[in-house]
């Protein structure tokens, strides 16, 4: 299960974007910094209408999304990495995430209080950065004080101490871990570190109901140091997803429609982060059940079967599959066999975005 922690200044609407995801959740949201002092968790499922057009063709029982899990980490102030305001305490909590949703204030509203006195997304961005920056910085020093000594008679010490030096200039300069290409052997060397910069981070600009369509200079700015940096940007308001939980489901895309917007942001937190990742989905359809499942692009048909059971991959012989659209456009599993669009896929088939699939194999 994707694990995304939201991080952000105290008081830039983390918990109540939190809440509205979770929809269930209990965080506590409230006009005062450290409101959040334990991490919450929660896990939503993602949203897909694919899904139920698969199930109503297979008149499946059950539907089971992929799910992500979202974790509410305490707002890190400057001086976070030293032990200001909450601390170290939770950058711990940031090093066991897959990705970072970075929520940055792009709202104006004199009644809730910002903790360093004026919005200034770009600032406020740099602050959290830094922080992270500083953090891994400590990590690294430590850990190659520790390596000083094996380092004289340990190739392997030696080439993760190479690693750790090249890491620790670039964020000396004020970079991040993930700005520097390591192969598969060199991510393996550090990875027990989990360096914080060396995840991949959203911006998710929080943004008033009013902005929500089109965005505003601040939210542009935060746009705009993504892009710079190969990070992921996406725009949200807080405040209406917190009016959306209130909806009834079948009222939410009209009121969204009214604002301007397609879609909820959940909906689109969850595709930024699929694209960032390099994540997409397959799914497997029956009168059982209609699944989905999220694999990394480029993934070959044994691996994909693999998510599901290892079983699955060890005793592969081929996959039955057809792109979504060819199943809806034949309306049945019957007549897309009928139209020659079931293929047979063997060990090599690299799985596409939406595909069906059904595996045989050898248990």
């Given at each position: 299960m994707l694990k995304a922690g939201i991080v952000g200044l105290p008081n830039v609407g983390k918990s109540t974007l939190f809440n509205a995801l979770v929809a269930n959740a209990q965080a506590q949201a409230a006009n005062f910094p450290f409101c959040t002092i334990e991490p919450n968790t929660g896990v939503v499922a993602v949203p897909d209408p694919r899904l139920q057009k698969l199930a109503s063709i297979s008149k499946s029982k059950e539907i089971i999304p992929t799910r992500v899990e979202f974790v509410d980490i305490a707002g890190l102030v400057k001086g976070a990495s030293?032990?200001?305001?909450?601390?170290?305490?939770?950058?711990?909590?940031?090093?066991?995430?897959?990705?970072?949703?970075h929520v940055v204030r792009c709202f104006e509203d004199d009644d809730v209080i910002h903790v360093s006195g004026a919005?200034?997304?770009?600032?406020?961005?740099?602050?959290?950065?830094?922080?992270?920056?500083?953090?891994?910085?400590?990590?690294?020093?430590?850990?190659?004080?520790?390596?000083?000594?094996?380092?004289?008679?340990?190739?392997?010490?030696?080439?993760?101490?190479?690693?750790?030096?090249?890491?620790?200039?670039?964020?000396?300069?004020?970079?991040?871990?993930?700005?520097?290409?390591?192969?598969?052997?060199?991510?393996?060397l550090v990875r027990p570190l989990g360096l914080l910069t060396a995840k991949p981070i959203i911006y998710a600009t929080n943004v008033s109901e009013d902005d929500l369509a089109h965005g505003n200079p601040h939210a542009e700015a935060i746009v705009a140091?993504?892009?710079?940096?190969?990070?992921?940007a996406v725009r949200i308001s807080a405040q209406v997803e917190a009016e959306l939980?209130?909806?009834?489901?079948?009222?939410?895309?009209?009121?969204?429609?009214?604002?301007?917007?397609?879609?909820?942001?959940?909906?689109?937190?969850?595709?930024a982060t699929?694209?960032?990742?390099?994540?997409?989905?397959?799914?497997?359809?029956?009168?059982?059940?209609?699944?989905?499942?999220?694999?990394?692009?480029?993934?070959?048909?044994?691996?994909?079967?693999?998510?599901?059971?290892?079983?699955?991959?060890?005793?592969?012989?081929?996959?039955?599959?057809?792109?979504?659209?060819?199943?809806?456009?034949?309306?049945s599993l019957a007549e897309a066999r009928t139209r020659g669009w079931l293929r047979s896929e063997g060990k090599d088939y690299v799985v596409a975005e939406g595909d069906v699939m059904e595996f045989l194999f050898n248990v």
């Amino acid at each position: 299960m994707l694990k995304a922690g939201i991080v952000g200044l105290p008081n830039v609407g983390k918990s109540t974007l939190f809440n509205a995801l979770v929809a269930n959740a209990q965080a506590q949201a409230a006009n005062f910094p450290f409101c959040t002092i334990e991490p919450n968790t929660g896990v939503v499922a993602v949203p897909d209408p694919r899904l139920q057009k698969l199930a109503s063709i297979s008149k499946s029982k059950e539907i089971i999304p992929t799910r992500v899990e979202f974790v509410d980490i305490a707002g890190l102030v400057k001086g976070a990495s030293q032990g200001e305001g909450l601390g170290n305490k939770f950058l711990a909590n940031i090093r066991e995430v897959d990705a970072i949703v970075h929520v940055v204030r792009c709202f104006e509203d004199d009644d809730v209080i910002h903790v360093s006195g004026a919005v200034d997304p770009v600032r406020d961005a740099e602050v959290i950065n830094l922080e992270l920056g500083l953090a891994d910085l400590s990590q690294i020093e430590k850990r190659r004080e520790r390596l000083k000594k094996q380092v004289r008679t340990s190739k392997e010490a030696q080439q993760e101490d190479g690693v750790l030096e090249r890491l620790q200039a670039e964020l000396e300069r004020g970079g991040a871990a993930r700005a520097i290409a390591l192969t598969p052997e060199e991510l393996a060397l550090v990875r027990p570190l989990g360096l914080l910069t060396a995840k991949p981070i959203i911006y998710a600009t929080n943004v008033s109901e009013d902005d929500l369509a089109h965005g505003n200079p601040h939210a542009e700015a935060i746009v705009a140091l993504a892009s710079r940096e190969g990070a992921g940007a996406v725009r949200i308001s807080a405040q209406v997803e917190a009016e959306l939980i209130e909806l009834p489901e079948e009222e939410r895309a009209e009121f969204l429609a009214g604002l301007g917007v397609e879609e909820g942001g959940l909906r689109s937190l969850i595709r930024a982060t699929y694209k960032l990742l390099g994540l997409q989905t397959y799914f497997t359809t029956g009168e059982k059940e209609t699944r989905a499942w999220t694999i990394k692009a480029g993934m070959t048909a044994p691996q994909a079967a693999g998510v599901i059971h290892t079983d699955f991959e060890r005793g592969f012989i081929r996959a039955q599959t057809m792109s979504y659209d060819q199943l809806i456009e034949a309306g049945s599993l019957a007549e897309a066999r009928t139209r020659g669009w079931l293929r047979s896929e063997g060990k090599d088939y690299v799985v596409a975005e939406g595909d069906v699939m059904e595996f045989l194999f050898n248990v």
